[in-house]
């Protein structure tokens, strides 16, 4: 007899601390979700802040305006590639007539 009662103790027991477990999972999850979905509404916010935020506009045009300048450049040397050859073998005889 005395052992059915120290296993009704334990098992007592155990069931008490799995509920105080389970509450404070509960709690936990709770609180999380809250959490996310106070991150969720302010999102909108956040994004048209981070939109209108222009600082990185600048540098966002000096790069369009760095890719144009090479794309015309390699334009220019494709078109006059026989000019540009024949410049360049009258510098190097030039210089190795020195």
């Known amino acids: 007899m005395q052992g059915w009662k120290s296993v009704h103790e334990w098992s007592k027991t155990l069931y008490q ?3 105080w477990c ?3 999972s509960r709690s936990v999850i709770r609180e999380r979700v809250i959490k996310s979905y106070m991150q969720i509404t302010e999102w909108p916010g956040y994004a048209k802040e981070r939109l209108s935020d222009a600082k990185g506009q600048g540098t966002t045009e000096y790069a369009i305006l760095v890719g144009v300048l090479v794309v015309i450049a390699i334009i220019a040397v494709v078109a006059f590639r026989d000019k540009l050859q024949a410049l360049w073998e009258s510098i190097t005889s030039g210089i190795n007539s020195l």
């Open 17 to 19: 601390k799995v509920q």
């Open 22 to 24: 389970n509450a404070k």
